[in-house]
T-cell receptor, first 119, second 112 residues
Framework: AQKITQTQPGMFVQEKEAVTLDCTYDTSDQSYGLFWYKQPSSGEMIFLIY??????QNATEGRYSLNFQKARKSANLVISASQLGDSAMYFCAMREGRQMMDSSYKLIFGSGTRLLVRP | NAGVTQTPKFRILKIGQSMTLQCTQDMNHNYMYWYRQDPGMGLKLIYYSVGAGITDKGEVPNGYNVSRSTTEDFPLRLELAAPSQTSVYFCASSYSTYNEQFFGPGTRLTVL
């Protein structure tokens, strides 16, 4: 079964508007972490934001925020005030388990969402 | 800091050839990882290391080998290259499993 699901293969957003990229996850662990990475057309993977399962507040990093709904097992990325440079692939990833557990070394990636920002 | 560096950037191999993908990080991270990314997909873990001398298999280790003789370097060896190994390979490192992983720029490998 897929552990990370990104249901939007592609999305458009108008420049300066906000956009939400969906991510749902599946785990039976109580301790886990959720990451979002950006992959521009140049190919590198850029870390954006992290949410721990025990974090009570939603994570924010500049224009990025993570809408974490634990009961629904969703960790949606919100990008405010979109810029042309935000056009890229976005990957949601999950780390399961506690520190030093075998599963904790592995990031499980979703299939990604391609975002295109229109001028 | 250069972060995570990978060489080469591109490589074309013939079936059955071998090669080593190099990865170096200068952040003194104990944890290092190798991923592959197939077209239109997310990344899958090949091997990881929790420190010099310690490595273990990830999700898709078949056809690959790794070694970790120093904290900085984590080379990935492909023996007997096959077309199924055509992919983009990323090396990454992290301070701990709870922290974000920093990725190298990737190596695009084609096996013909």
């Amino acid at each position: 079964a897929q552990k990370i699901t990104q249901t939007q293969p592609g999305m458009f957003v108008q420049e300066k508007e906000a956009v939400t990229l969906d991510c749902t996850y599946d785990t039976s662990d109580q301790s886990y972490g959720l990451f979002w990475y950006k992959q521009p057309s140049s190919g590198e993977m850029i870390f954006l934001i992290y949410q721990g399962s025990y974090d009570e507040q939603n994570a924010t990093e500049g224009r990025y925020s993570l809408n974490f709904q634990k009961a629904r097992k969703s960790a949606n990325l919100v990008i405010s005030a979109s810029q042309l440079g935000d056009s890229a692939m976005y990957f949601c990833a999950m780390r399961e388990g506690r520190q030093m557990m075998d599963s904790s070394y592995k990031l499980i990636f979703g299939s990604g969402t391609r975002l295109l920002v229109r001028p | 800091n250069a972060g995570v560096t990978q060489t080469p950037k591109f490589r074309i191999l013939k079936i059955g050839q071998s090669m080593t993908l190099q990865c170096t990080q200068d952040m003194n991270h104990n944890y290092m990882y190798w991923y592959r990314q197939d077209p239109g997909m997310g990344l899958k873990l090949i091997y990881y290391s929790v420190g010099a001398g310690i490595t273990d298999k990830g999700e898709v280790p078949n056809g690959y080998n790794v070694s970790r003789s120093t904290t900085e370097d984590f080379p990935l060896r492909l023996e007997l290259a096959a077309p199924s190994q055509t992919s983009v390979y990323f090396c990454a490192s992290s301070y701990s499993t709870y922290n974000e992983q920093f990725f190298g720029p990737g190596t695009r490998l084609t096996v013909l």
